[in-house]
C-alpha cells in the first residue's frame, strides 16, 4: 500500500503556543498542515482567519492546506494566496460558480481543491473532477474537530478514485474528520492518497509518534 501524505490539522493545536506547535509539525514526518478557516455562516463555528495563516505559513516548512469552509470564498482567494496557501479548498456546496472559483485559485497560483459535505454525492464532480487539483471526502460534517469516522466515507473514497481514473484526473483523494491510527489503512486502501488529522494527532501523549504511526498504516486485513 503507498504512503500518505500526513496532513496534521492546526484546529486541534494549543493556541496558546502556536509556536512551539508549528515547529513539532516542522520536525515530525507530516508533508503538508492542514489549515481550517470557518465563518460562523456555512457552518456553525468560527475558528481563525487570514492573520493567523500569514504567521504560520512564514514559519511553517510544509505544504500549507487551507480548508476554506465559508460562504463565497472567491472574495478571499487572493487574500489567502498572499497569506501563503499553497492549496486552496472551497465546498462544493458554497459554490453555484465552483468552475470560476477553481479558475480563479490556480490563477493565483495555487493548487485548487474541492470538499464535499457526508451527504453530497459523489455524482456532482462529475463535470469538475478534471479541473480539480485535490477532491476533499469530509468524513465528518464540517465544522469540529474531534468527531466519528462516517464510515460510509470509505465508499465515497472508492467512488472518487474511480472516477479519478476513469477520467484520468490528475486530482489527489484527501479525507478529513474522525482519522485515527485505528481507521487510517482502510482510508487508505479505499483510495486516500491525504489524511488529515487533528484531535489523533494533537490530542495525542507523543504527537510526532502518531504521525509516524499514521504514514506507516499497513491495509487491514479482511476477515
Ligand atoms: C472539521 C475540520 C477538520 C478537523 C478534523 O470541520 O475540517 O479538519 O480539524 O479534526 P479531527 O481529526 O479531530 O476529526
Ligand atoms: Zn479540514
Not at 474537530?145 to 484526473?169: A, N, W
Request: aromatic share 4%.
Amino acid at each position: 500500500m503507498k504512503t500518505p501524505v500526513i496532513a496534521p490539522s492546526l484546529l486541534a493545536a494549543n493556541f496558546l503556543d502556536l509556536g512551539k506547535e508549528v515547529d513539532m509539525i516542522n520536525r515530525s514526518e507530516a508533508d503538508w498542515l492542514h489549515l481550517d478557516v470557518m465563518d460562523g455562516r456555512f457552518v456553525p463555528n468560527i475558528s481563525f482567519g487570514l492573520p493567523v495563516i500569514a504567521q504560520v505559513s512564514k514559519v511553517c516548512t510544509k505544504v500549507c492546506d487551507v480548508h476554506l469552509m465559508i460562504e463565497e470564498p472567491g472574495q478571499y482567494a487572493e487574500a489567502f494566496a498572499k497569506a501563503g496557501a499553497q492549496y486552496l479548498t472551497v465546498h462544493l456546496e458554497a459554490c453555484p460558480h465552483l468552475h470560476r472559483n477553481l479558475q480563479q485559485i490556480k490563477s493565483l497560483g495555487m493548487k485548487a481543491g474541492v470538499a464535499i459535505n457526508p451527504h453530497t454525492s459523489v455524482r456532482l464532480l462529475e463535470d469538475i473532477i478534471i479541473d480539480a487539483d485535490l477532491i476533499l471526502v469530509m468524513s465528518v460534517n464540517p465544522g469540529f474537530g474531534g468527531q466519528h469516522f462516517i464510515p460510509h466515507s470509505l465508499d465515497k473514497i472508492r467512488q472518487v478514485r474511480e472516477m479519478i481514473d476513469s477520467t484520468g484526473s490528475a486530482a489527489l483523494i484527501e479525507v478529513d474528520g474522525g482519522i485515527t491510527a485505528d481507521n487510517a489503512g482502510a482510508v487508505v486502501a479505499a483510495g486516500a492518497d491525504v489524511l488529515v488529522a487533528g484531535s489523533s494527532v494533537f490530542g495525542a501523549k507523543d504527537p510526532m509518534a502518531a504521525i509516524r504511526a499514521l504514514r506507516n498504516v499497513t491495509a487491514p486485513t479482511v476477515k
